[in-house]
Each structure stands twice: as structure tokens, then as C-alpha cells.
């Protein structure tokens, strides 16, 4: 079975500043879907970025990055220029290929300090 | 407006009671999937189906069932025999397509046990 360990669970960084978070999951498939998703206090999930398995290059949204490491199943995002709107629930996710279910890390919150 | 709305926003129950949360989508998607959210324990599936009136079985389906005669709806209920169903629950659909897999998500739907 897949699985998805984010080993922070807690994070803090200051504004304007850069932060990492980790993802490493576990997986005997070759093509997969890896996501990163935003839950702020309102608790509404947002997607934040995706990257596709089969795709060597790294995935970018405006300040948010990931750099994706498949041959050691590693899967961090990065935030860049950090805001005070970024503290939130931080959640990894894998979905095999095919409108399968994601499986779910268990999250990392991160603050976010002025 | 498209997108996915789930209610009651709180709900209460008392011992031996089912209840049944709605979920519906204007999106077209094929898939549509249920979720539960505890402290410290991520998302976890309960429910997932991916055509209408087929749904599959997620890691924690003991207790809750699910119905889809339609494609825009597929309502969760969470019966007596679920021990400890307190918890935040989250109904998401995906876009169809070639594994796309990006699956959103509705505001959720807090249920308390009284």
C-alpha cells in the first residue's frame, strides 16, 4: 500500500523569508501524481501545486516549488517570500493515475511570523 | 458559479441516530470521494466512486454508507454503528480526463456526537 510520512510537524518562518517542508512517500508504481494542499484556518483544502511522476522537471506556482526527487520518493515544497496568508495546515498527497483517491500525509502546520 | 458545496456546515448527533451529509458538485467531474479529518491524523477515505451508482469501500468505511444515483450528488450517512464518528468530513470530486487527479474539495462539514 502507498504511503506519504511528513515528518515536520510543526513548522515556523518569518515573513519574507524562504521555507521548506518535507514529503517522502512509498510506492511500487512508476506514473503517479504527488500534490501539495493548503488548509488555513478556515479548513477549506486548496490546492497548491501538483507534479506528475513521469515529469523530470520540477513543478512551480508563483512563490510555491517543489523539488521532486523520484528515485529517493522525495516530494518537498518550498515557499518563497513567505506571507503571513501561507500560515496553514500543510498537507502532501499521492494519487495513483486514473480519478483514484489520494492518500494523505499527516501534515505540517506552518506559522508564518511577522 | 461552479463548484462544491457541502451540508450541513455543523452537525449534531445524538447516540443511535444516523445522519446523512450532503455533497453536490456542478462541475462535471466523474469522481467524487469522502474524506474524514481527525487531530493529528491527516485525511483519511472513507468512501469513493467514480461512475454513477458504483462506489467503492475506502480505509475506514465501517459505519458509514453512501448512495450515487447522481452525478452531482453523493451523500454520506453516518449510522449508529460508527463508535466515534466526531470528526470533520470533506467531500471532494476530480476532473475527468487522462489522470489529471487533481481532486478539490468542499468547505467540509463538522459533525459532533452529543
Known amino acids: 500500500a502507498q504511503t506519504v510520512t511528513q515528518s515536520q510537524p510543526e513548522m515556523s518562518v518569518q515573513e519574507a523569508e524562504t521555507v521548506t517542508l518535507s514529503c517522502t512517500y512509498d510506492?511500487?508504481?512508476?506514473?503517479?501524481?504527488l500534490f501539495w494542499y493548503k488548509q488555513p484556518p478556515s479548513r477549506q483544502m486548496i490546492l497548491v501545486i501538483r507534479?506528475?511522476?513521469?515529469?523530470?522537471q520540477n513543478a512551480t506556482e508563483n512563490r510555491f516549488s517543489v523539488n521532486f526527487q523520484k528515485a529517493a520518493k522525495s516530494f518537498s515544497l518550498k515557499i518563497s517570500d513567505s506571507q503571513l496568508g501561507d500560515t496553514a495546515m500543510y498537507f502532501c498527497?499521492?494519487?495513483?493515475?486514473?480519478?483514484?483517491?489520494?492518500?494523505f500525509g499527516k501534515g505540517t502546520r506552518l506559522s508564518v511570523i511577522a | 458559479d461552479g463548484g462544491i458545496t457541502q451540508s450541513p456546515k455543523y452537525l449534531f448527533r445524538k447516540e443511535g441516530q444516523n445522519v446523512t451529509l450532503s455533497c453536490e458538485q456542478n462541475?462535471?467531474?466523474?469522481?467524487m470521494y469522502w474524506y474524514r479529518q481527525d487531530p493529528g491524523q491527516g485525511l483519511r477515505l472513507i468512501y469513493y466512486?467514480?461512475?454513477?451508482?458504483?462506489?467503492q469501500k475506502g480505509d475506514i468505511a465501517e459505519g458509514y454508507s453512501v448512495s450515487r444515483e447522481k452525478k452531482e450528488s453523493f451523500p454520506l450517512t453516518v449510522t449508529s454503528a460508527q463508535k466515534n464518528p466526531t470528526a470533520f468530513y470533506l467531500c471532494?470530486?476530480?476532473?475527468?480526463?487522462?489522470?489529471?487527479?487533481?481532486?478539490?474539495f468542499g468547505p467540509g462539514t463538522r459533525l459532533t456526537v452529543l
Open positions: 471532494a470530486s476530480s476532473i475527468p480526463g487522462q489522470g489529471t487527479d487533481t481532486q478539490y
Open positions: 510506492t511500487s508504481e512508476n506514473n503517479y501524481y
Open positions: 507534479q506528475e511522476a513521469y515529469k523530470q
Open positions: 498527497a499521492y494519487a495513483y493515475s486514473g480519478n483514484t483517491p489520494l492518500v
Open positions: 462541475l462535471n467531474h466523474d469522481a
Open positions: 466512486s467514480q461512475i454513477v451508482n458504483d462506489f
